[in-house]
């Protein structure tokens, strides 16, 4: 599959001491309180280079939770302030790249049901574009199995001229039912990979997994295939999580888990 793109190495833009790039943080901000103190929790692991938190929320469903909206902006900068951590969210329409870029966020990152849409895609890359920011914009994989549906969307992001790209891997869904909420499919990344060897790659087990128990064989599997990152859903409080409550590890499971594959991968 032919592509041009012009990305610059994710060490040039984030420094991570030479380790991969974790992000981590609830799915959704909750309250301010909820976002705040799990910031607290991620940052004293000095293991977490970018906080993450869903403030606009896609649904599959309508009539569940649908994000907290403009007002997580707020605590998403004070969590910010307080504890030095970069901050990331999802961005799906102009108005959320306007209202995110003016909040000072640092990381946007487009989701799975997004990347399946090119026009989605297009507005999105086109409000980075006017706003003239330099922002980091990671591109999840669409829902669907679909490479050159991936690979649009990261070439339409970079084609509005930001270099700063990474490729999230968050699994595919599937008819079959697994052990997987969204089949991880490893086969698509390491065609991503081949096909654009200069494309930062990010592990998102959590959502591959759909629970905590899977979470430590991904990730170790992602690092074993020198993925250069990870997002991984953290709550203070994972049991009372307003979404992905199964997927979702407390600050002290997550700097558990990194230390644990850290060590096999080193032993390996
Ligand atoms: C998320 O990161 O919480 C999310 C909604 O992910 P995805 O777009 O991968 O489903
Ligand atoms: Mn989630």
Known sequence: MKHSLDILPLSSWIDTNGKPLIIAGP????????????????????????????????????????????????????????????????????????EALAAGVDVLWVGARSTANPFTVQEI???????????????????????????????????????????????????????????PMWDLAIQLKTIAPELPLINDPSHICGNRELIPYVTQKALDMDMQGLIIESHIDPSV???????????????????SVNVRKAES
Do not use: M
């Open 27 to 98: 799915c959704s901000a909750e309250t301010e309180e909820q976002l705040v103190s799990t910031a607290h929790l991620l940052a004293n692991t000095g293991k977490v280079n970018v906080l993450r938190a869903g403030i606009w929320k896609p649904r599959t469903r309508p009539g569940e939770f649908e994000g907290i909206g403009s007002i997580g902006l707020e605590w998403l900068k004070r969590a910010k302030e307080e504890t030095g951590l970069l901050t990331a969210t999802e961005v799906a329409t102009a108005q959320h790249v306007k």
């Open 241 to 259: 999580a307003w979404t992905d409550a199964k997927q979702q590890v407390t600050p002290a499971a997550l700097a558990d888990l990194l230390d």
């Open 125 to 183: 890359a086109d409000a980075i574009q006017e706003s003239g920011v330099d922002i980091p914009v990671l591109i999840k994989n669409p829902v669907n199995p679909d490479l050159s549906l991936w690979l649009g969307a990261i070439e339409r992001i970079n084609r509005a001229g930001i270099k700063k790209i990474g490729a999230i891997h968050r699994g595919f869904s599937s008819y079959e039912k697994t052990a997987f909420r969204n089949e």
